[in-house]
C-alpha cells in the first residue's frame, strides 16, 4: 500500500498546514468568546459600581461645598452693608 507523503513545499503541504492554522484560530476565537463575554460583563459591571460611587462622592462634596459658601455668604453679606453705611 503506498501513501503520500506530503512535503512543506507541495500545495499538499500548505494546505494541511493552512488548515492547521486555521483550526487553532478558530479554536482561540471561540475560547476568546466564551470566556471573553463573562469576563468584559463583569468588569463592565465593576467600572460601573466604581463610577457611580464616585460620582455620589463628589455630590457630596459639592454639597458640603455649597453649604459652606452659604455659610460665608450670610456672614460675610451684612458685613458689606455695614461698611457702606
Known sequence: MAVKIAKHGSPAGKESLLNRVTSIAA?????GVILGSPV???VGMKLYDLQTKGLEAQMKG???QNEVLK???Y??????DESSE
Open 75 to 80: 456672614d460675610k453679606g451684612p458685613s458689606h
Open 62 to 64: 459639592v454639597e458640603a
Open 27 to 31: 479554536l482561540a476565537r471561540d475560547v
Open 71 to 73: 455659610l460665608t455668604q
Open 40 to 42: 468584559l460583563l463583569t
